[in-house]
């Protein structure tokens, strides 16, 4: 399966919780996102998963070789977005709702 089919997976999973939005037709910054009243918290961005996560857990896994800091192609990682790297060991469907615990202001659920 290609990233493109298991991000479709995950949307398909997501957009069934109340608040939850599809991606949106186009090619801009966003258009692959997944959002919860309107706040992105997961995207599929150069055939990678992007989530939103709390600073030091993004630090966490960046430490641990699970990825880098999401670069929007301006030359600064920023610090509370995450690029999951491949081969990485870690499940889409639980990181993404880590993102969405974050989005919603839940109590993390990892």
Request: glycine content about 10%; overall charge negative.
């Amino acid at each position: 399966m290609d990233v493109e089919e298991r991000f479709e997976l995950l949307v398909d999973e997501f957009v069934k919780v109340d608040g939850v939005a599809p991606p949106s037709p186009g090619r801009g910054f966003g258009s692959s996102a997944l959002r919860y009243r309107g706040k992105i918290f997961a995207m599929l961005v150069r055939g990678h998963l992007v989530v939103k996560l709390p600073k030091a857990r993004v630090t966490a896994l960046v430490e641990a070789g699970e990825g880098i800091h999401f670069d929007a192609n301006k030359g600064t990682p920023m610090k509370e977005w995450f690029t999951l790297g491949e081969p990485s060991g870690l499940d889409w469907s639980p990181l993404t709702q880590e993102a969405l615990d974050h989005a919603t202001g839940a109590p993390p659920t990892r």
